[in-house]
């Protein structure tokens, strides 16, 4: 194989792993001339791929889909077939395969002409998964391949999304990771007008809007990556519901709370208002555990599940109030029963 050949694929990959690419970036990962990169996107061009130059200091290059499918030694009807695949196992619960499927998807998608997706999406909207595969939340494919582009190449995005309770708004974020936990999939992202970071249900965004203005990734753990996406899934309508309203201000509940503090909002300086719940009024109590050692508290359990918490902890009070029951050895030796010998 020539040098240019090998160039040429060389930048193909390139062009493949991100949206974006500066002229100058180019040339310095292929140790050419800026001018040599010019001639290999000609190249490239020719061959069918169709790469979209700026102008200007901010300017470079990116891949686009052209109007015939590159040559990928796959035929449409092959190209197609794998597309909806990677749709199908993009919305399943994958072990270890999830970043893989998505990478893949929009490679894939990011090459292939308004006509072979077209039937990409017709085709992959008439399969159904069957039970046993696990899927409980529609999720759009075409959603998860934006965000995972987005994603690795730090794009700064608008989300048009659509919470529990039907309330649509618009949502500047910097996508950090995307992820499926349960059977829902979820994106972690810096959201800009609050500061701070949000988890999104991705079957909530309607539509993902490409800014091409890319941004620097805050500091995060992976741990606080999983903790954050633990939290966001666990986030669900539950059976009993309920609030506390604590003496203690916002900050200092979510300091020590950290990422269980969501939902948490002030009701005055010194007071700050905490939703828990869970399965049974069991579940709900052990929320109220949480509430720091000292801090005083006044709920909204519901009834009847509140007589029932009543009544359990009056009975608790009742057990810890009487004395101790006897060790059965002792009762043994009141008795004048000989001790056990182990």
Same mark, same amino acid.
Request: proline residues 6%.
């Given at each position: 194989?020539?040098d240019?050949?090998?160039?040429?694929?060389?930048?193909?990959?390139l062009l493949?792993?991100?949206?974006?690419?500066?002229? /100058? =970036?180019? %040339?310095?990962?292929?140790?050419? !001339?800026e #001018?040599?990169?010019? *001639?290999? &996107? @000609?190249?490239?061009?020719?061959?069918g791929?169709?790469?979209?130059?700026?102008?200007?200091?901010a300017?470079?290059?990116?891949?686009?889909?052209?109007?015939?499918?590159?040559?990928?030694?796959?035929?449409?009807?092959?190209?197609?077939?794998?597309?909806?695949?990677?749709?199908?196992?993009?919305?399943?619960?994958l072990?270890?395969?999830?970043?893989?499927?998505?990478?893949?998807?929009?490679?894939?998608?990011?090459?292939?002409?308004?006509?072979?997706?077209?039937?990409?999406?017709?085709?992959?909207?008439?399969?159904?998964?069957?039970?046993?595969?696990?899927v409980?939340?529609?999720?759009?494919?075409?959603?998860? /391949? =934006?965000l %995972?582009?987005?994603?690795?190449? !730090?794009? #700064?995005?608008?989300? *048009?999304? &659509? @919470?529990?309770e039907?309330?649509?708004?618009?949502?500047?974020?910097?996508?950090?990771?995307?992820?499926?936990?349960?059977?829902?999939?979820?994106?972690?992202?810096?959201?800009?007008?609050?500061?701070?970071?949000?988890?999104?249900r991705?079957?909530?965004?309607?539509?993902?809007?490409?800014?091409?203005?890319?941004?620097?990734?805050?500091?995060?753990?992976?741990?606080?990556?999983?903790?954050?996406?633990?939290?966001?899934?666990?986030w669900?309508p539950?059976?009993?519901?309920?609030?506390?309203?604590?003496?203690l201000?916002?900050?200092?509940?979510?300091?020590?709370?950290?990422?269980?503090a969501?939902?948490?909002?002030? =009701?005055?300086?010194g007071?700050?208002?905490?939703?828990?719940?869970?399965?049974?009024?069991?579940?709900?109590?052990?929320?109220?555990?949480?509430?720091p050692?000292?801090?005083?508290?006044?709920?909204?359990?519901?009834?009847?599940?509140?007589?029932?918490?009543?009544?359990?902890?009056?009975?608790?009070?009742?057990?810890?109030?009487?004395?101790?029951?006897?060790?059965?050895?002792?009762?043994?030796?009141?008795l004048?029963?000989?001790?056990?010998?182990?």
């Amino acid at each position: 194989m020539s040098d240019t050949t090998s160039r040429a694929l060389a930048l193909l990959n390139l062009l493949q792993t991100h949206r974006h690419w500066p002229g /100058g =970036e180019l %040339a310095a990962r292929l140790g050419v !001339t800026e #001018r040599t990169v010019r *001639r290999d &996107v @000609d190249r490239l061009r020719e061959l069918g791929y169709r790469v979209e130059s700026t102008p200007g200091s901010a300017g470079g290059y990116r891949l686009e889909a052209g109007s015939a499918l590159p040559p990928l030694l796959l035929t449409d009807d092959e190209a197609v077939t794998m597309a909806i695949g990677l749709r199908v196992a993009a919305t399943q619960q994958l072990s270890g395969g999830a970043d893989l499927t998505l990478t893949a998807l929009a490679k894939l998608e990011q090459v292939l002409p308004p006509a072979l997706r077209q039937r990409v999406h017709a085709l992959a909207a008439s399969i159904q998964t069957t039970p046993g595969m696990g899927v409980a939340i529609t999720v759009s494919p075409a959603v998860l /391949g =934006e965000l %995972a582009l987005a994603t690795r190449d !730090t794009e #700064r995005l608008r989300l *048009r999304y &659509v @919470d529990a309770e039907g309330r649509e708004s618009i949502r500047r974020v910097e996508p950090h990771a995307l992820a499926p936990a349960g059977r829902k999939w979820f994106v972690l992202c810096w959201d800009l007008d609050r500061d701070d970071w949000r988890t999104f249900r991705v079957d909530r965004i309607e539509s993902v809007e490409h800014t091409r203005v890319l941004f620097s990734r805050h500091e995060i753990s992976a741990e606080e990556v999983d903790e954050l996406i633990a939290v966001a899934a666990s986030w669900t309508p539950q059976k009993v519901e309920a609030d506390a309203v604590m003496e203690l201000p916002l900050a200092e509940v979510q300091a020590q709370f950290g990422p269980w503090a969501q939902g948490a909002t002030a =009701e005055d300086v010194g007071h700050t208002r905490w939703p828990f719940g869970g399965a049974d009024w069991r579940e709900a109590m052990y929320g109220m555990l949480w509430i720091p050692e000292g801090v005083e508290y006044t709920t909204t359990f519901p009834e009847p599940e509140r007589a029932a918490l009543r009544e359990a902890l009056g009975r608790m009070l009742r057990a810890l109030d009487a004395p101790a029951p006897r060790d059965p050895q002792s009762s043994a030796d009141a008795l004048g029963y000989p001790r056990q010998h182990t």
